[in-house]
């Protein structure tokens, strides 16, 4: 007999329809037998769109949109009895500006974040069912001409970026055409890493934690005077770049679309990446590599519960197996690994790297103080 919990959605779909109308026949035989009319309650099991269902509320970060929209896992939570509403912001947005009553649970992409929610809130509970380090999207002879330059190491199929290099090259305005031996991207634009808008973005956020853990001679900053200290020296890492998008999703897309042209290095979520990669959807090229910062950092996708339905969607999240899986299928890493190493030994690819030096970003306050620090310096202009 084959289990439930190997069969996909459309088979076990199937066999609950059939299970239903099997149920189904017997109750109605048994009533017109004793002559008796009843309402026949249809199994919970069958899948019937707002029919058993407890609606839950969620206010949920961007870049798990495509995760939610997923049929697979639309029609798990459904099976579940959890029929969600998704309304989609940003993590810093979530924390500090949005309105959370009417929600069940918050869902920003960033762990202080979420503590910064359930201290307001004197939540004691929260969830992580997923989370994705920082990469950086790039192409095969940018980084070769970085490894030539002393900035990446090859590791694998990836690369590690040297962020105390990178920072000292962005210190001196060193331009992509002052690289020793550069004949592979012969421009004079200033060696940047694309990101977004940092008073927007929580990828950019976390880039902003990495790059201030590194000036800060490799520990997280926790005090006022060094946050403005170390804002100074960073502000150009996105002062620089000219205008800046909202969402990590459309600096992705011209890295995908438009290429090593606009785009040389983009600072992404790994799960974006390898969310292309899995599927095998061939819109990576064989140029289209990773890079991942020398720290990096993880971006720990967290449920803050507000009611007892977003409470029990947060567990369902973090231990369901199929939901665990469909994370994997999105890019996301689960804190059980091997969900990861199934689904790409199944999709053949390499599985995520193990990475040793991922460091943890300072709290919601003081990034919160560096953010607004930039802030005024784009008021003022970059001069």
């Known amino acids: 007999m084959m289990h439930t ?20 026949g017997l109750a109605l035989a048994g009533l017109l037998a004793l002559g008796v009319i009843a309402v026949i309650i249809i199994p919970r099991t069958r899948s019937t769109p707002n029919e058993n269902k407890t609606t839950v509320r969620a206010l949920v970060s961007s870049e798990k949109q495509s995760f939610f929209a997923d049929p697979d896992v639309v029609t798990a939570l459904d099976r579940a009895g959890y029929r969600l509403e998704i309304t989609s912001a940003g993590s810093r947005e ?30 004691s509970t929260s969830y992580v069912p997923f989370f994705t380090p920082m990469a950086i999207a790039t192409f095969s002879p940018i980084a070769t001409l970085l490894t030539t330059a002393g900035v990446s190491t090859r590791d694998g199929d990836h690369y590690l970026f040297d962020m105390r290099r990178y920072l000292d090259l962005v210190a001196k305005d060193t331009r992509w055409s002052q690289l020793p031996g550069n004949n592979l991207y012969q421009t004079d634009k200033s060696i940047l890493i694309s990101s977004t808008d940092v008073r927007t973005s929580n990828s950019a956020a976390l880039y902003l934690a990495i790059a201030s853990y590194v000036s800060n001679g490799g520990n997280v900053v926790t005090d006022a005077g060094t946050a403005d200290r170390i804002t100074d020296r960073l502000a150009p890492l996105f002062l620089k770049q000219g205008y800046l998008e909202s969402s990590s999703q459309e600096p992705f897309d011209d890295f995908m679309t438009i290429g090593m042209g606009k785009t040389p290095m983009v600072m ?25 910062p020398n720290p990096t950092i993880y971006a720990k996708h967290t449920v803050v519960p507000l009611t007892p339905a977003g409470d029990a969607v947060g567990h369902l999240l973090t231990t369901d197996p199929q939901l665990q899986r469909l994370a994997v299928r999105h890019g996301f890493r689960t804190a059980d690994a091997g969900y990861g190493r199934q689904y790409a030994a199944e999709r053949r690819t390499s599985p995520a790297p193990q990475l040793v030096n991922v460091v943890e970003p300072p709290s919601a306050e003081t990034s919160e103080r560096m953010i607004s620090q930039i802030e005024t310096r784009y008021k003022k202009g970059p001069g």
């Open 268 to 292: 992404i979520y790994e799960a974006q990446f390898r969310a292309h990669a899995l599927a095998r959807d061939g819109s990576l090229t064989s140029e289209m590599v990773l890079m991942y």
């Open 94 to 123: 979530i924390a500090t500006t949005r309105e959370l009553s009417g929600f069940d649970l918050a869902f920003p992409a960033d762990g202080p974040q979420a503590e910064r929610i359930r201290r307001d809130r004197k939540i």
């Open 5 to 24: 919990d190997t069969l996909g959605p459309a088979a076990l779909e199937e066999e609950d329809a059939v299970r239903g109308r099997r149920v189904l």
